[in-house]
């Protein structure tokens, strides 16, 4: 079965230290992996996605996305974190082989304190 | 592009009242998702939409709980009757065909007392 894992519900940055959030996943195939943001009261903003290519995926705001084979995740990263970017942060995958449905993490916090 | 427009914004009501939220997603984009995100549950897709067709209402927690696409610029999801433990946040998304990626609204805060 499909499924998606942010083991960390809340993830803690000074502002200027670089962040990371984590994301495991277990589909059948290759998967499509997906990184979403949500601001308080907003609706989820796309920002960055891995389907084939280059392991190391660049998206907005700054920032970019691991993809591990081996390892099966898909971990957030920017070098140097800001405090706009707190917000709840998506992690989602969908094989490739399956229906347009995406399998959603239950999300992580994100604070950055200044 | 407005990007994906949903209304009410913000709907309160009473136990037992209908509720329609509506839902109008991003011109050219062949499918549409509905969600529900509580505290509890997290987000839920309820039931997906291509070229119109409802293609899997799987997740749609009730027969209480309806939703058409009557053409590609327009979708309903209804409510009759409303129920407390319905109170979340309701998105819309579409995507194009192949795009995968799913561009949502700014949700519909629905409060049922």
């Known amino acids: 079965a499909q499924s998606v894992a942010q083991p960390e519900d809340q993830v803690n940055v000074a502002e200027g230290n670089p962040l990371t959030v984590k994301c495991t996943y277990s589909?059948?195939?290759?998967?499509?992996l997906f990184w979403y943001v949500q601001y308080p009261n907003r609706g989820l903003q796309f920002l960055l996605k891995y389907i084939t290519g280059d392991n190391l995926v660049k998206g907005s705001y700054g920032f970019e996305a691991e993809f591990n084979k081996s390892q099966t995740s898909f971990h957030l990263k920017k070098p140097s974190a800001l405090v706009s970017d707190s917000a709840l942060y998506f992690c989602a995958v969908r094989d490739i082989w399956s229906n347009y449905q995406l399998i959603w993490g239950a999300g992580t916090k994100l604070i950055i304190k200044p | 592009d407005a990007g994906v427009i949903q209304s009410p914004r913000h709907e309160v009501t009473e136990m037992g009242q209908e509720v329609t939220l509506r839902c109008k997603p991003i011109s050219g984009h062949d499918y549409l998702f509905w969600y529900r995100q509580t505290m509890m549950r997290g987000l839920e897709l309820l039931i997906y939409?291509?070229?119109?067709?409802?293609?899997?209402d799987s997740g749609m927690p009730e027969d209480r709980f309806s939703a058409k696409m009557p053409n590609a610029s327009f979708s309903t999801l209804k409510i009759q009757p409303s129920e407390p433990r319905d109170s979340a946040v309701y998105f819309c998304a579409s995507s194009g065909q192949g795009a995968d990626t799913q561009y949502f609204g700014p949700g519909t805060r629905l409060t049922v007392l």
């Open positions: 589909v059948s195939g290759n998967p499509y």
């Open positions: 939409f291509n070229n119109n067709v409802p293609i899997d």
